[in-house]
C-alpha cells in the first residue's frame, strides 16, 4: 500500500495566517492526489483534487500543488471556519490510502 | 444534488455481521460508483471497498475476505456487510459517491454523514 504521511500532525495559527501542510507519498502517485476538510463531527469534505484543481464551491484561498512524492495544501489566509482537520488521499494505486491528518488550531 | 444518508443498527455484537445501508437522494445509483470507508482514532481513514456502476467490486485487501458491497437499485441503496467483526471494526463508517475522472484520477464527493458501529457483547 502506498504510505502517505502528513506534516505536521497538527499547528497552531492566527486568523489571517498562510498555512501549508504537506503530504508525502512513499512512492511516485503523479498527481493523484486529494485533499478533504473535516469539521468535529461530520464527514470529510473534498476541497482539492487532482493535486492542484479547486472543488466547485470551495473559497479560493485553498490550493494545492505537488507532483510525484510531495504535495501540498496552502491556506492563504486563515479563516475561522478553518481551524479544522485536513486530510490527502491518493487514487494512483488500490487500496486508495489517507495522510493521518493535520489539525489546525488556533493561536 | 446528491445526498446520502446512513443507517444500520450502531451496536454489533462480536463475531456477528454488522449491515449498514446507505440510501442516495438526489441521483440515480446507477449513474455512478460508490464507496464505504471508515474511521477510527487509532487507524484513520480506511477504504472498505469500491463498487462501480457495472456491479463489480473492489475491496480492500485487508478486508476482502469479510466484506460485501451491493447495490439495490430499486430503493437507491448502497450496502455494506462485514463479517465475524471484532472490536476492532469499530468504527464511524461512512458511504461515498466515487467520482473518477481519467487514468487513476478519482475522489470521494460527496460523503454521508457517517454512522457509529461500535462492536462490543
Known amino acids: 500500500d502506498i504510505q502517505l504521511t502528513q506534516s505536521p500532525s497538527s499547528l497552531s495559527a492566527s486568523v489571517g495566517d498562510r498555512v501549508t501542510i504537506t503530504c508525502r507519498a512513499s512512492h511516485s502517485i503523479s498527481s493523484y492526489l486529494n485533499w478533504y476538510q473535516q469539521k468535529p463531527g461530520k464527514a470529510p469534505k473534498l476541497l482539492i483534487y487532482a493535486a492542484s484543481s479547486l472543488q466547485s464551491g470551495v473559497p479560493s484561498r485553498f490550493s494545492g500543488s505537488g507532483s510525484g512524492t510531495d504535495f501540498t495544501l496552502t491556506i492563504s489566509s486563515l479563516q475561522p471556519e478553518d481551524f479544522v482537520t485536513y486530510y490527502c488521499?491518493?487514487?494512483?494505486?488500490?487500496?486508495?490510502?489517507f495522510g493521518g491528518g493535520t489539525k489546525v488550531e488556533i493561536k | 444534488q446528491v445526498q446520502l444518508q446512513e443507517s444500520g443498527p450502531g451496536l454489533v455484537k462480536p463475531s456477528e455481521t454488522l449491515s449498514l445501508s446507505c440510501t442516495v437522494s438526489?441521483?440515480?445509483?446507477?449513474?455512478?460508483?460508490w464507496s464505504w470507508i471508515r474511521q477510527t482514532p487509532g487507524r484513520g481513514l480506511e477504504w472498505i471497498g469500491h463498487?462501480?456502476?457495472?456491479?463489480?467490486?473492489n475491496y480492500n485487501p485487508s478486508l476482502k475476505s469479510r466484506v460485501t458491497i451491493s447495490v439495490d437499485t430499486s430503493k437507491n441503496q448502497l450496502s455494506l456487510k462485514l463479517d465475524s467483526v471484532t472490536a476492532a471494526d469499530t468504527a464511524v463508517y461512512y458511504c461515498?459517491?466515487?467520482?473518477?475522472?481519467?487514468?487513476?484520477?478519482?475522489?470521494?464527493?460527496?460523503w454521508g454523514q457517517g454512522t457509529l458501529v461500535t462492536v462490543s457483547s
Open positions: 488521499q491518493q487514487s494512483y494505486s488500490s487500496p486508495p490510502t
Open positions: 438526489g441521483g440515480s445509483i446507477t449513474s455512478y460508483s
Open positions: 463498487i462501480y456502476t457495472t456491479g463489480s467490486t
Open positions: 461515498a459517491r466515487r467520482i473518477y475522472s481519467s487514468g487513476y484520477s478519482y475522489w470521494f464527493d460527496p
